[in-house]
């Protein structure tokens, strides 16, 4: 048999010698006069690969796999959506604190295990003051946190894009992608947040192939760490206003295994023209693949946090009205010595605006719709005074202490 030409590859050489040749070539190949390499390529990995469904017979059947209980499936990615300044990376945070503490979120109990909280639209001084809350509110420590394993990072005012799209469509993960998904491997974080996907992504939001494939980059993050991605988005005004909470293609929602929404309260009845509650919120657990869905549940801002609502004893609501009572009495007294006229009525000087600033009231988060129910009391009690000042042809009304 002569020697195959040295520009033949390992296929050529195999289909030019022919079955009654192979036995030949393999000896010649085993006497070294061609390299075995060069004679069977190695067999690249198969993609497709068979379930073996028969062995299923005798294997029980899976429960669904959580990270935090029939709301985030693990090694899977989860939609945050929510308009700025509803309260979203705080709620996030605080997730990632309760699973590194193994407490409460929003009735739950998170597993327990280190997290990843990455943030391309606030620097570490805001995520310190979010943290400060979340520590009184558990309280604990910074210290504690870092113990239990959460890792902050900040990518404001730098390039936070993981992924990209060319022309074709196909979606390519950046460098820096790469170095988080190594990052996620060596941590393991049980949760990863992301806030927010405008900032990581810098595909076409409305083209449905591109949204699934970035999507599909998020999982595999969730799936090398073994836990879940939650991804924050924003909704367009037409998903606010159907309240869908959604922006762009519907990929955004189908290609996600659970997705919730955070949105402000709408006034049942707005008749008596009271003022809103701007610290109100509901957050709706609208997507859930593997488990309920539909669940809704009422938040009000306390204490620099969204908590569940719940309702107070007669008790425990006395104590906080007197607590406001008090606040709302001592910031107008100083305002009063400070030659500071403030008013019941809306407008610049309105008193309930005015004292919502106040260290007093920050303190103890008191807001501006706490403190107008004070205000009220206190001239039903006759403690606080309406007095009319000025000319009969510019009168205006402030307030006083008795």
């Not at 991605?229 to 037409?238: I, Q, R, W």
């Not at 988060?365 to 403690?383: E, F």
Request: proline share 5%; hydrophobic share 40%.
């Amino acid at each position: 048999m002569s020697e195959p030409p040295d520009d033949m590859d390992a296929n050529d050489v195999l289909r030019s010698a022919g079955s009654d040749g192979l036995r030949e070539m393999f000896d010649r190949a085993e006497r070294k006069v061609i390299p075995l390499r060069d004679v069977v390529e190695p067999a690249k990995p198969a993609r497709l690969r068979p379930i073996s469904v028969a062995r299923w017979d005798h294997v029980a059947v899976p429960e669904p796999d959580w990270t935090v209980f029939n709301r985030i499936p693990r090694r899977q990615t989860a939609l945050f959506s929510g308009e700025g300044a509803m309260g979203k990376s705080t709620l996030l945070l605080q997730l990632c604190a309760a699973h590194v503490l193994g407490r409460d979120w929003l009735h739950t109990m998170p597993e327990l295990g280190p997290a990843l909280f990455l943030d391309a639209e606030d620097d570490q001084d805001v995520m310190h003051r979010r943290l400060a809350a979340i520590v009184k509110h558990y309280g604990v420590t910074f210290a504690d946190l870092h113990a239990g394993g959460l890792q902050l990072l900040s990518l404001v005012g730098e390039d936070a894009i993981l992924a990209t799209s060319s022309r074709s469509g196909k979606v390519e993960p950046t460098a820096l992608y790469g170095e988080l998904l190594a990052f996620v491997g060596d941590v393991k974080p049980v949760m990863i947040g992301l806030a927010s996907a405008a900032n990581f992504f810098a595909g076409n939001e409305n083209d449905r192939g591109e949204v699934q494939q970035f999507i599909g980059l998020c999982t595999r993050l969730a799936i090398v760490s073994n836990g879940s991605v939650v991804l924050v988005s924003h909704p367009s005004n037409t998903g606010i206003q159907t309240g869908t909470g959604v922006s762009g293609s519907t990929a955004w929602h189908n290609a996600v295994r659970a997705r919730f929404f955070l949105h402000g309260v709408k006034k049942k009845d707005d008749s008596d023209g009271a003022e809103p509650d701007n610290d109100l919120r509901e957050i709706e657990f609208m997507k859930n693949n593997y488990g309920p869905r539909a669940e809704r549940l009422t938040l009000r801002w306390q204490d620099g946090l969204f908590l569940p609502e719940r309702k107070r004893s007669a008790m425990q609501q006395a104590a906080q009205d007197q607590r406001d009572d008090e606040i709302f009495v001592t910031v107008l007294a100083r305002f009063i010595q400070q030659n500071r006229a403030v008013s019941p009525n809306k407008g610049s000087t309105y008193a309930p605006a005015q004292f919502a600033g106040e260290k007093e009231a920050k303190a103890a988060y008191v807001n501006g719709v706490r403190l107008k129910a004070a205000m009220d009391r206190l001239i039903d009690a006759g403690r606080v005074v309406i007095e009319t000042v000025g000319p009969a042809s510019k009168q205006r009304k402030q307030l006083v202490l008795k």
